[in-house]
Nanobody, 123 residues
């Protein structure tokens, strides 16, 4: 089975940076589309960013554009989310996910999910 382990969350002051990592094992990582999602306190699950197997990147939350960058290192079976200029409203549990590309268009339709890592941004 495919296992995703997210890490890198923590406490940071507003304006600071964090880099989240998601290590993937048990599958053919380089063939997967990878995504980052988050759930803020009292709010619904939302799509943050994705990077396809081909390297094509999309961002789903307008507020993160220009501040967050998704990337992948296929040699390490790892996807990253670099988060800069963090704001208190970025506080959430961040989840990574993987899917086998099959032409699905939904940003939320993924096959495998990690456990999440907490990001807390203080003001």
């Amino acid at each position: 089975q495919v296992l995703l382990v997210a890490s890198g969350g923590g406490l940071v002051q507003a304006g600071g940076s964090l880099r989240l990592s998601c290590a993937v094992s048990g599958g053919t990582y380089s063939n997967y589309d990878m995504g980052w999602f988050r759930r803020a306190p009292g709010k619904e699950h939302e799509f943050v960013a994705a990077i396809r197997w081909s390297g094509v990147v999309t961002y789903g939350v307008d507020s993160v554009k220009g501040r967050f960058t998704i990337s992948r290192d296929n040699a390490k079976n790892t996807v990253y989310l670099q988060m800069n200029s963090l704001k208190p409203e970025d506080t959430a549990v961040y989840f990574c996910a993987a899917r086998i590309p099959n032409g699905r268009g939904s940003a939320y339709d993924y096959d495998y999910w990690g456990q999440g890592t907490q990001v807390t941004v203080s003001s």
